[in-house]
């Protein structure tokens, strides 16, 4: 009987954004090239030879679909809760950050009204005015799971400038 060296290189994903190389070298003999036959070599792939070419796949590996996790517990920085600043003081950012797979989406609010003061991880309010006083929120939401988790409140306090007497 005769044989048919086959090689073949085909790239699998085997996590959410890494992919492994495989790169094979089989003979397959007359009896299985007549028939067609695959050789299974690893979990899902296949070597066969097909019209005198070498085919080689894989099924994708179902448990090792992406994975979503997390938002984990929120940080704050800096790690002041509270804020004081007279009136047209600048504020400095405060940024809110988790361990979330894939990325999450962050958005600021203040407590006690509806909508959203920024839709990113840092609360930038620069110059401030007394419209400004008060609590704010950070949330993470998974885009995945859309679990969702909220920091601790940061209060920001704006006082009236003190004029000197004359």
């Not at 009987?1 to 003999?29: F, P, Q, R, W």
């Not at 099924?59 to 940080?75: C, E, M, Q, V, Y």
């Not at 809110?96 to 840092?122: F, L, M, Q």
Request: proline letters at 5%.
């Amino acid at each position: 009987m005769g044989e048919y060296k086959c090689t073949a290189t085909h790239s699998v994903y085997t996590t959410y954004n890494d992919t492994k190389t495989y790169s094979v070298t089989v003979i397959l003999n007359q009896y299985q090239q007549e028939r067609n036959q695959a050789l299974t070599f690893i979990r899902g792939c296949s070597l066969r030879i097909c019209d005198g070419d070498c085919k080689f796949a894989c099924a994708p590996f179902p448990d090792l679909k992406p994975k979503a996790h997390g938002p984990d517990s929120i940080s704050i920085f800096p790690l002041t809760s509270s804020y004081t600043r007279t009136e047209g003081d600048i504020q400095e950012d405060i940024t809110c950050s988790t361990v979330c797979h894939p990325e999450c989406a962050y958005t600021w609010s203040k407590v006690g009204t509806s909508g959203v003061v920024r839709n990113n991880s840092i609360l930038n309010l620069d110059q401030l005015t007394r419209q400004e006083a008060g609590s704010y929120i950070c949330s993470a939401t998974n885009p995945i799971s859309s679990a969702t988790r909220n920091g601790s409140t940061v209060v920001v306090e704006v006082i009236l400038p003190s004029h000197p007497e004359q």
